[in-house]
Structure formats: C-alpha cells, structure tokens
C-alpha cells in the first residue's frame, strides 16, 4: 500500500519540492516512481512529470 493510494485522477494537489519550490495542480496518477500530473504554470495547464524522489504531494 502506498501514501498514494489515497489519491485519484482529478484531485488538486500541492507539490513541494527538496528545495522548498512549490506549485498546484491536478493529480493524474504515480507511473514508475513518477507523479504525473497538471500544473498551473501562470494560469496556463502544463503536462508535469515528477521523480516521487524528495517531493511531498499535499491533497487540497
């Protein structure tokens, strides 16, 4: 069982990484040790893969 089990297509999510740069958007689903998901990048929907690697995904 995974954190991510709680997760599902569609949810808002809240992205932080190592650094302390974070970013919304909208949960897709975890491939490979990857999060894919949609990010708002200045009011625009971008296509977002994420190593799982150092980050902390918040559901909204």
Known sequence: MSAFDALVEGDQ???????GESDRG?????ENDFLIWV?????????AITSLEGITVYKL
């Open 39 to 47: 990010k708002n990048n200045n009011g625009c929907a971008v296509y």
């Open 26 to 30: 909208v949960f897709i689903r975890i």
């Open 13 to 19: 999510i809240h992205v932080v990484s190592a650094s």
